[in-house]
């Protein structure tokens, strides 16, 4: 679809602003960068038939195209930890400052994650699972290494997950929530969401002070209380919501 409305949702009020962006572009991910912003990947049309990459900061105001033409992977996940973006795909990684709009090659995983759970964690980048990948991976920006800090008893991937605490990661699939201690390394809780549902698409977590607030399949709001590790049902309405920021 060429045609693209994001449904702007402010937390925790839940009011919705249709965010009306320019015609000609696909968008395939998004990931909140703070002040009200998103960093979108997507496509831009130029010919008939032909799409260009493209990466694109929206904010409720602006639209504003990032030059990606030295982007060499494909297939990724996007995290961001201050001020940098990370791009993940299979083994490959790399670094785009969102200040400089440079690019940084990172040395390569210890293993293959395709279809892994990515989020910012302390002062680098969690890498969990895979398909046929059971460890986790943490990226230490300080000592630019990937190092494997644990290792999961089964399979996860099509997976979310975000920081919780200093040593803690909620992991979110679409039917299970798992949380991650990276200091006993391993999972320390299991259990089910409180909703059933056919997609497996996962929207980005958001922390909202002591609440994780994500979207499942394309209406479904759930919000996590981190103190007393429960689930809410936030809505039940239809209306689609692409990202939560």
């Known amino acids: 679809m060429l045609n693209n409305t994001?449904?702007?949702?402010?937390?925790?009020?839940?009011?919705?602003?249709?965010?009306?962006?320019?015609n000609g572009y696909l968008f395939q991910d998004f990931i909140p960068i703070g002040k009200n912003q998103l960093i979108i990947n997507g496509a831009k049309s130029?010919?008939?038939?032909?799409?260009?990459?493209?990466?694109?900061?929206?904010?409720?105001?602006?639209?504003?195209?990032?030059?990606?033409?030295?982007?060499?992977?494909?297939?990724?996940?996007?995290?961001?930890n201050l001020s940098?973006?990370?791009?993940?795909?299979?083994k490959k990684s790399q670094a785009f400052c969102l200040d400089t709009q440079m690019y940084k090659s990172l040395p390569d995983m210890i293993g293959v994650h395709i279809n892994p759970g990515c989020c910012a964690y302390n002062h680098g980048i969690l890498v969990v699972g895979g398909i046929n990948n059971r460890n986790v991976e943490f990226f230490d920006c300080e000592a630019n290494e990937w190092k494997i800090i644990a290792e999961l008893d089964k399979d996860l991937f099509s997976i979310s997950c975000i920081q919780i605490s200093e040593q803690e990661a909620l992991v979110i699939s679409y039917k299970e929530y798992f949380i991650l201690n990276t200091w006993l390394k391993r999972i320390v809780i299991c259990d089910f969401l409180p909703i059933k549902t056919k997609t497996s698409k996962i929207g980005c977590p958001v922390r909202v002070k002591n609440h994780i607030y994500v979207i499942l399949g394309n209406t479904r709001l759930l919000r996590f209380n981190i103190i007393t590790r429960q689930w809410t049902i936030v809505n039940n309405n239809s209306i689609c919501c692409c990202q939560i920021v």
């Open 46 to 80: 130029h010919d008939e038939g032909h799409k260009e990459h493209s990466f694109i900061v929206l904010s409720k105001k602006s639209f504003e195209e990032i030059n990606c033409h030295d982007f060499g992977i494909v297939g990724f996940r996007m995290v961001v």
């Open 6 to 22: 994001i449904y702007w949702i402010k937390l925790p009020s839940l009011k919705i602003k249709h965010i009306k962006t320019p």
């Open 84 to 90: 940098t973006l990370f791009l993940i795909s299979d």
